[in-house]
């Protein structure tokens, strides 16, 4: 059974350019969850997905940044006139249920020139 | 509020030794999960252990086990006979509630704790 599988694994962008970050779950996994690490800092939750819908986005900045995560294919987190403060790593982390242990992707780092 | 505290930024330990990494945290959730994951150098965060709020014994998983003190809500995380594999970075975290409503889904991290193991 593979794992929470992301690409692309490192990306570069110039500032304003579009970022977008794939995560495909683990098999059976309905539940996705994206999060952003700034460097030498935890974890912080952006946004909870399940099959076509937001389900809590609380942790997502208010401009630049959607997430979706279609009845066919990956979880897409975009990225729209990327700064350098969105230099960091995205994790994507995906669970059977709500209620279960969340399994993390190996992370897209971003960098921003 | 959610908050997980790691007060630990760094620690160093001899090989084959036992240690034991601190985590505390607030909730007002009677009801919540707490998760030890393990970052290496090279990225990717490993889940360790788990321990759910209503759970009678503390959660053991091989070298790991997570000392769990409710009334003191701390959530310490023990590693035996450490390796140098085991060098890395720590995070504890906290879901709260069991599922429902989804908005407690989303996992709450502590700063992390560095620990280097010396042969």
């Known amino acids: 059974n593979a794992g929470v599988m992301q690409n692309p694994r490192h990306l570069v962008r110039r500032r304003g350019q579009e970022a977008r970050l794939r995560c495909s779950p683990m098999k059976g996994h309905s539940h996705v969850y994206w999060y952003r690490q700034l460097p030498e800092e935890g974890l912080k939750f952006m946004v909870y997905?399940?099959?076509?819908?937001?389900?809590?986005e609380s942790g997502m900045p208010k401009e630049r940044f959607s997430a979706e995560f279609p009845k066919e294919g990956p979880s897409i987190l975009r990225i729209q006139q990327v700064v350098r403060g969105d230099s960091a790593a995205y994790f994507c982390?995906?669970?059977?249920?709500?209620?279960?242990?969340?399994?993390f992707g190996p992370g897209t780092r971003l960098l921003v020139l | 509020a959610q908050k997980i505290t790691q007060t630990q930024p760094g620690m160093f330990v001899q090989e084959k030794e036992a240690v034991t990494l601190d985590c505390t945290y607030d909730t007002s959730d009677p009801s919540y999960g707490l998760f030890w994951y393990k970052q290496p150098s090279s990225g990717e965060m490993i889940f360790l252990i788990y321990?759910?709020?209503?759970?009678?014994q503390n959660a053991t998983e091989g070298r790991y086990s997570l000392n769990f003190q409710k009334a003191r809500k701390s959530a310490n995380l023990v590693i035996s006979a450490s390796q140098l594999g085991d060098s890395a970075m720590y995070f504890c975290?906290?879901?709260?509630?069991?599922?429902?409503?989804?908005?407690?889904?989303?996992?709450?991290f502590g700063s992390g704790t560095r620990l280097s193991i010396r042969p």
């Open positions: 975290a906290m879901r709260e509630g069991p599922g429902p409503p989804s908005s407690a889904s989303k996992i709450i």
């Open positions: 321990q759910g709020s209503y759970d009678q």
């Open positions: 997905l399940q099959k076509e819908n937001i389900i809590d």
């Open positions: 982390a995906s669970s059977p249920t709500s209620a279960e242990t969340q399994y």
